[in-house]
């Protein structure tokens, strides 16, 4: 059958006191939303239609071309959000899968047997239920001696009695379409002025239609973010997600709960997380890595192999066998090829360093190329920004850079050539000479 979905999104959300609409707060680095989104399109395999509202535009701009957007205005309620839906996907599918876009911890999978309820039983309502002591607003469900479900009572309404029941309404729900649209204009107003889409239900059952239910049994994939508080909870367990997923493809992790993994990250089988390491955004890493402690990496290719000791890495690449740190900061363009090896304290911005090149202790090399098997001495610094403009500094295969050298750009170090320590090199350095001083004069050739 051909399902499509509805996302509902125009809520306020305003416990969470902020002028960012609710569904933009981040979770591991994405909007709240992305979750929905992503576990959605996954079931579906079609774009859904977002019901916005509240800070609509700002949403719209961020979530961008991931979803169809309706806007519903004012906002009448969980039915009358739906009901926004229905000139975009009247006619279009068999199947309407309805979730909320702040719901962030809803697995495809059961979004997968919700549809799969849907496809196989006759009634028009298929929907998911939960088992919880703590019903944290959710609306309870109701039913008849026999089992069936006859109904479901928003909290607010319910009676004593009702308020004890233990299976709540997530709100989820996946109807078969004919019926859904035309059902939807004959949900009446309720007291307080609102639409509700779980009037569907009672509905459905006074038609003689039968109501679906599948029972979700990990009551956390349905926590919906109201507060801070809850979203706090929700990051807790995506992480745990994340990271089990992890350990159970083979990558060990001394402290799984210091251990902080976005969604987009890749890892290597036998790579090692030392505590406190941040793998965010288009990171990966690959086999037999050593991770830090107190390691930062966002949008970083790691190859096989690498230590990564206590440095923080951004925009950078770095072939196998790379050995870095402690303390060491890699910005973007920084790409280290096979064998290098950083000492503490350096710093790569947009600067490639070739195989085998070492850079043991406090440099900082920017806009540099380095060729092969290079040694860059203790201090050494490519001066390459004068107040305006920013230059390169050329440094050719197997050269040896003293000490302390400055390297004022635009500069070249020839193949195999040398410096002094404290050397202040504002000229071009021809291959196989040694240069010294202030400014740096090339004062002998060398051998081959
Ligand atoms: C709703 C359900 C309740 C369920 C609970 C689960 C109804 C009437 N009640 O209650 O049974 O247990 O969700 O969280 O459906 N929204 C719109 N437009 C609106 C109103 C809401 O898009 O006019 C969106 C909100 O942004 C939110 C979702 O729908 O994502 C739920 O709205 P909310 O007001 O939180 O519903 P509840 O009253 O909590
Ligand atoms: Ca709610």
């Known amino acids: 059958m051909n399902i499509s979905a509805v996302i509902l999104a125009a809520g306020q959300g305003t416990r969470m006191r902020s002028n960012l609409p609710k ?127 006859s109904g479901i009572v928003e909290e607010a309404q319910a009676t004593a009695e009702q308020l004890k029941i233990q299976e709540l309404n997530p709100g989820v729900y996946c109807f078969r379409s004919d019926w859904l649209w035309e059902a939807l204009r004959r949900i009446p107003l309720s007291p307080k002025g609102e639409y509700y889409l779980t009037d569907l239900v009672g509905m459905a059952v006074a038609e003689g239609r039968p109501v ?3 029972c979700v049994e990990e009551p956390g994939e349905m926590i919906g973010i109201n507060t801070r ?18 350990m159970l493809a083979g990558v060990t992790m001394i402290e799984p709960a210091s251990t902080y993994i976005e969604p987009g990250v890749r890892l290597g089988q036998d790579s090692i997380l030392w505590p406190d390491t941040y793998l965010r955004g288009n990171t990966q890493i690959g086999e037999g890595c050593v991770i830090g402690p107190n390691t930062i990496i966002r949008d970083t290719k790691v190859g096989d192999r690498c230590t990564l000791l206590e440095s923080v890495l951004e925009g950078a690449v770095l072939e196998d066998d790379v050995d870095m740190g402690p ?27 070739g195989p085998g090149a070492k850079m043991g ?19 050494t610094i490519t001066c390459n920004y004068d107040g305006i403009h920013k230059y390169p500094t050329e440094i050719g295969e197997g050269a040896f850079i003293g000490s302390d050298t400055m390297l004022v750009a635009p500069v070249k170090i020839g193949e195999g050539a040398k410096t002094g320590a404290g050397a202040v090199v504002t000229k071009d350095i021809p291959p196989h000479s040694l240069a010294v001083g202030v400014p740096a004069r090339v004062i002998k050739k060398l051998e081959k």
């Open 23 to 149: 569904v933009l707060h981040l979770l591991l680095g994405r909007p709240m939303a992305w979750y929905a989104l992503e576990a959605v399109r996954q079931v579906t395999g079609t774009m859904p239609v977002m019901v916005i509202g509240h800070g609509a535009d700002e949403v719209r701009h961020r979530l961008g071309e991931q979803a169809e957007y309706v806007l519903q205005e004012p906002q009448l309620g969980t039915g009358h959000a739906v009901m926004q839906a229905e000139p975009v996907l009247r006619g279009k599918s068999d199947l309407v899968l309805v979730t909320y876009a702040d719901m962030p911890l809803v697995r495809a999978e059961t979004l997968g047997r919700l549809v799969a309820v849907a496809e196989t039983q006759p009634g028009p309502i298929s929907m998911l239920t939960v088992m919880a002591e703590d019903a944290r607003g959710f609306g309870r469900i109701l039913r008849e001696a026999n089992g069936q479900v």
């Open 212 to 214: 679906q239910t599948l």
């Open 229 to 246: 508080i809850h979203l706090a909870e929700a990051e807790a367990l995506l992480r745990q997600r994340i990271n089990r997923e992890w």
């Open 327 to 353: 303390y060491c900061h890699l910005r973007k363009g920084a790409h280290l090829s096979k064998g290098v090896h950083m000492g503490n304290f350096g710093e790569v911005k947009n600067s490639t360093l």
């Open 361 to 379: 202790h406090f440099s900082y090399l920017g806009d540099a190329t380095v060729g092969a098997e290079v040694n860059i001495g203790a201090g």
